[in-house]
C-alpha cells in the first residue's frame, strides 16, 4: 500500500461533528451583521503581494514571517491572504465603492499565516470581518463594538469575553510620541529583547505590546501616548466611551493596546478571554482613516474589526455552550417488508414537498427494524416514521419518538404533515 497523503500542517479539515457548530456561530455572525445593517462583499483569496506589504507595513509579524507569497508562472508575487482588510479596501477602491460614500460592509473566509500551529493558532484560519467606511465621528466605532457584543450575547459567551480599549492618536501625534519613547526606550536598551532592540527602530511602538516580562518591566516609567493626543483625539475618544457607556457595555482602558498592523490610528480595541489559554484575543480591530488612501484610493475614513472563528468555535465548545445547535435532520423513515421502500422513498418526497424546510433522511439499504433504529438513533431525528406492511396496508404510520418520553403512537398519513411541522 502507499502511503497515505495527509492535510498540511495547521491546515484542518472541518469534519461533519464540526460543521454543525461552524454553520451555527456562521448563521450568528450573518445575522447580526445584518442586524445593523452591513452588507457581505466577498473578495479573491489570493492578491498581489504589494497589498499587504504596503498596508499592514513591512515591519510587522505578519509581513516579516508569516506571508505565504509565491511567484505564478507570469512570475508575479502573488500572497494567499493572511487578513481581510486590505483586500477590502482593495476592491472598495477598485470598484468606486469608497470615496465620498458610506459603506457597511462584512465578509467571512480564510486567512493564511506561517505560524507556529497550536490551540486557537493554525496557518489556515478564518475570519470574520467588519469594515465601515466613510464616517469619521465615533459613533460608527461604538456602533461596530455593540454589534460585538451582540455576536457574544447571541453565541451565550457574554460573560467570557471582556473588551480592552485604547487609542493611537493621529498620525502626528503618534509620531510626536514615537520620539519621546525612542529616547527612552535607548536609554534602556540593555534590558530589552532582540525583538525589541530591533523594533525600537523600526517600529517602537510595538516593543509597548512585547510578550515578555522584563521587556514590560523596563516599560514601568515609559512615557504615556495619551500625553501627546490633542483635543480632536480626545474628544473622539471621550464621545466613544460616552455611547460606550450609555449601551452599557463595560471595557477596560490598555493604553499598551497597539495592535500587529501599522494602519490604524486613534480607535484600537481587542476581545480578550481567559477561557482559551494562550491565544486569548477573539476578537480586535480599530480606525484606519489612512489606509484608503494609503492604497491609492482618495481620503475615506475607516473603521473595522475581525474575529478568528476557529477561537470562537473552541471556546463554545468548551464551554458547552451548543444547545442551539440543530441535529442534521428532524425525521428518519424505516421502510419494513416487500416493497415498502418504494412507499417510504415515494412518502418521503410527499412530505419534503409538504413541509417546507423539513430535513427528512430515508433509510436506504434495507435490513431489519434493529439496524435500521440504529441508523435513525444515530441520524440525531427527533422522530422515526415507520412504514410496515401493516401501516401500508391502512394508510397509517408508526412514530416512534427517538428522544423524550413520548409513547410510540400509530397515526394516519394525513396527519404526519402537521406532526412533521410541529417539530422543526
Ligand atoms: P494574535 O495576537 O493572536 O496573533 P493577531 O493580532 O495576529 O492575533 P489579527 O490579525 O488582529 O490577530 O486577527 C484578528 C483575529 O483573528 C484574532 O483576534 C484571532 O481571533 C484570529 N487569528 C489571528 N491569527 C490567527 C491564527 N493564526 N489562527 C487562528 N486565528 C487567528
Ligand atoms: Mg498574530
Request: proline share 3%; with cysteine; glycine share 10%.
Amino acid at each position: 500500500m502507499s502511503k497515505a497523503i495527509q492535510a498540511i500542517r495547521g491546515m484542518n479539515d472541518c469534519l461533519p461533528s464540526e460543521t454543525k457548530v461552524w454553520q451555527m456561530v456562521e448563521d450568528t455572525l450573518r445575522r447580526v451583521a445584518g442586524n445593523y445593517g452591513f452588507a457581505e462583499i466577498r473578495m479573491p483569496i489570493v492578491e498581489s503581494t504589494a497589498l499587504f506589504k504596503r498596508s499592514i507595513g513591512e515591519v510587522t509579524d505578519i509581513v516579516e514571517k508569516e506571508m505565504y507569497t509565491f511567484d505564478d508562472r507570469n512570475g508575479d508575487s502573488l500572497t494567499l491572504r493572511p487578513e481581510g482588510t486590505a483586500s477590502c479596501v482593495r476592491a472598495g477602491n477598485q470598484h468606486g465603492l469608497l470615496y465620498n460614500q458610506e459603506q457597511r460592509l462584512w465578509y467571512m473566509g480564510p486567512m493564511f499565516r506561517h505560524e507556529r500551529p497550536q490551540k486557537g493558532r493554525y496557518r489556515q484560519f478564518h475570519q470574520f470581518g467588519i469594515e465601515a467606511f466613510g464616517i469619521a465621528t465615533p459613533d460608527i466605532d461604538a456602533e461596530i463594538i455593540m454589534l460585538s457584543a451582540r455576536l457574544w450575547k447571541e453565541l451565550g459567551i457574554a460573560e467570557h469575553v471582556t473588551l480592552e480599549l485604547n487609542s493611537l492618536g493621529s498620525n502626528e501625534e503618534r509620531a510626536a510620541y514615537r520620539d519621546a519613547l525612542v529616547e527612552y526606550l535607548t536609554k534602556r536598551e540593555d534590558k530589552l529583547d532582540e525583538d525589541s532592540k530591533r523594533r525600537m527602530h523600526s517600529n517602537p511602538l510595538r516593543v509597548l505590546d512585547s510578550k515578555n516580562p522584563d521587556v514590560q518591566a523596563a516599560l514601568a516609567d515609559a512615557p504615556k501616548l495619551s500625553d501627546y493626543f490633542g483635543e480632536e483625539t480626545q474628544a473622539h475618544f471621550a464621545q466613544l466611551t460616552a455611547y460606550l457607556d450609555n449601551a452599557g457595555i463595560k471595557y477596560e482602558l490598555n493604553e499598551r493596546l497597539v495592535r500587529g498592523l501599522d494602519y490604524y490610528n486613534r480607535t484600537v480595541f481587542e476581545w480578550v478571554t481567559s477561557s482559551l489559554g494562550a491565544q486569548g484575543t477573539v476578537c480586535a480591530g480599530g480606525r484606519y482613516d489612512g489606509l484608503v488612501e494609503q492604497l491609492g484610493g482618495k481620503g475615506t475614513p475607516g473603521v473595522g474589526f475581525a474575529l478568528g472563528i476557529e477561537r470562537l468555535v473552541l471556546m463554545l465548545t468548551s464551554l458547552e455552550k451548543l444547545n442551539n445547535i440543530r441535529p442534521q435532520v428532524e425525521a428518519y423513515v424505516i421502510a419494513l417488508g416487500e416493497g415498502a421502500d418504494l412507499t417510504a422513498m415515494q412518502l418521503a418526497e410527499q412530505w419534503r414537498d409538504e413541509v417546507s424546510g423539513i430535513r427528512i433522511q430515508n433509510h436506504c439499504g434495507g435490513g431489519n427494524m434493529k439496524k435500521q433504529m440504529k441508523r435513525a438513533d444515530k441520524s440525531g431525528a427527533h422522530i422515526a416514521l415507520i412504514l410496515g406492511e401493516d401501516e401500508i396496508a391502512n394508510g397509517q404510520v408508526t412514530v416512534k419518538y427517538l428522544r423524550g418520553q413520548h409513547e410510540q403512537q400509530q397515526i394516519d398519513l394525513a396527519q404526519v404533515a402537521g406532526l412533521l411541522a410541529s417539530i422543526m
